[in-house]
């Protein structure tokens, strides 16, 4: 396995997975999202433009693509570019909050191949999860989870954000999963987006890493986390999986708008490589931009360098890091030997890195102000 991951560390000719947002567009406004979505930007690419990605990529021999956004299913055209990405033999797996997945598209999705659908949903009862992702979102998941078991989709997924109010919670979102014959796929929270905002308030505690780390050890073989806790390893043996940041290397994130980052987690100009619009496409960008080949030389330890758990560990998330402030060659935020949270009480309040756009819908008022006389 450290013979693979030195190799991916160098980069493959093709990213093995490839998020591409669709849009910033989104009928909610989760207080962790990622993209800061909400209001679709009117440069995002056109269906023509979408479609000579997929060429690009099918070239290039992707095997699948992971769509999101924003809700990738509020482009009038969603349909039109997944049913033309499997036809072109690349699978398409996507995120949705289950909005737009009635009994006619449920029948729909399911008549589709190499078709794989998340269903967001961070908390395994109401009350949890609308705090997060806004009142109503997790009837509105569960009516699309309940709508793709009657149409006869198949295995989907349930994704989780792993928070530090459903970390207790962890069994029930495996029931739900097992209920609906799903499989359940929990990822780390990192503080992108508006998720920069919140992070302190959501992100598990020193105590509930430990949780996590045995819950995923006890767990694992039928759990997906892509890759995002490599950072618990400090704690032990491995968790199932790569276990390595490959931004930039094997991972990177198109954005509605066609610029290319290193990960999907750390949209920000200095993670940006290029633009699929350029000359050379999407193509010229992973194989040849500054950034991605720079992210593929050998990486100093940096402040690691003398703790015996990065070999394990590999430092942690750059996002992770980027986003609270901290060096990229210093501890993750939440490393567990305690390194992370003595790191942050150094860091200049609001002097981390801000994300690059800021997609959030205005507040409207639902009543007039009142007028003080």
């Known amino acids: 396995m450290s013979a693979l991951v030195d190799q991916l560390k160098r980069g493959l000719d093709a990213p093995i997975c490839l998020t591409w947002e669709l849009t910033y567009a989104c009928n909610l406004q989760c207080i962790h999202c990622l993209s800061s979505s909400g209001q679709r930007d009117p440069r995002e690419l056109s269906t023509d433009e979408a479609k000579r990605v997929i060429d690009e990529l099918r070239d290039l021999q992707v095997f699948y693509i992971n769509i999101g956004g924003g809700e990738p299913m509020v482009r009038r055209d969603f349909f039109e570019l997944v049913e033309y990405s499997v036809g072109n033999g690349i699978g398409v797996k996507f995120s949705t909050n289950g909005a737009f997945i009635d009994t006619d598209k449920a029948r729909r999705l399911a008549a589709m191949d190499y078709l794989d659908i998340q269903i967001s949903l961070d908390g395994a009862d109401e009350a949890t999860n609308d705090a997060v992702r806004g009142i109503g979102s997790y009837r509105m998941a569960r009516t699309a989870m309940d709508n793709l078991a009657a149409a006869g989709f198949g295995p989907f997924k349930i994704s989780v954000v792993v928070t530090r109010q459903n970390v207790p919670q962890l069994d029930d979102f495996k029931r739900l999963a097992d209920s609906y014959g799903a499989q359940l796929r929990v990822t780390r929270l990192r503080p992108a987006g508006r998720g920069a905002d919140s992070w302190h308030e959501l992100h598990p505690t020193l105590g509930q890493q430990r949780e996590i780390y045995d819950w995923l050890m006890a767990n694992g073989e039928n759990v997906l986390t892509g890759d995002s806790f490599f950072h618990l390893n400090a704690l032990g043996d491995p968790l199932p999986g790569l276990n390595m940041c490959g931004a930039g290397r094997v991972v990177c994130l198109i954005d509605p708008i066609g610029d290319v980052y290193a990960c999907p987690f750390v949209i920000h100009d200095e993670f940006r490589a290029g633009n699929v619009r350029e000359a050379g ?93």
Do not use: N, Y
């Not at 992973?286 to 940096?302: C, H, M, N, T």
């Not at 690691?304 to 750059?318: E, H, I, V, W, Y």
């Not at 890091?321 to 935020?333: A, I, Q, R, S």
């Not at 507040?363 to 102000?369: D, S």
């Open 281 to 373: 496409g999407f193509a010229k960008v992973w194989k040849e931009s500054d950034l991605f080949v720079s992210l593929r030389e050998p990486q100093s330890a940096g402040a690691c360098a003398s703790c015996g758990a990065f070999d394990a560990c590999q430092g942690g998330c750059m996002a992770a890091k980027f986003f609270t402030g901290l060096p990229l060659d210093g501890p993750d935020p939440e490393c567990v030997g305690g390194d992370g949270e003595h790191a942050l009480q150094s860091v200049i309040p609001g002097s981390a890195p801000k994300p690059a756009m800021d997609h959030t819908k205005p507040v409207r008022l639902t009543a007039k102000p009142l007028v003080r006389r």
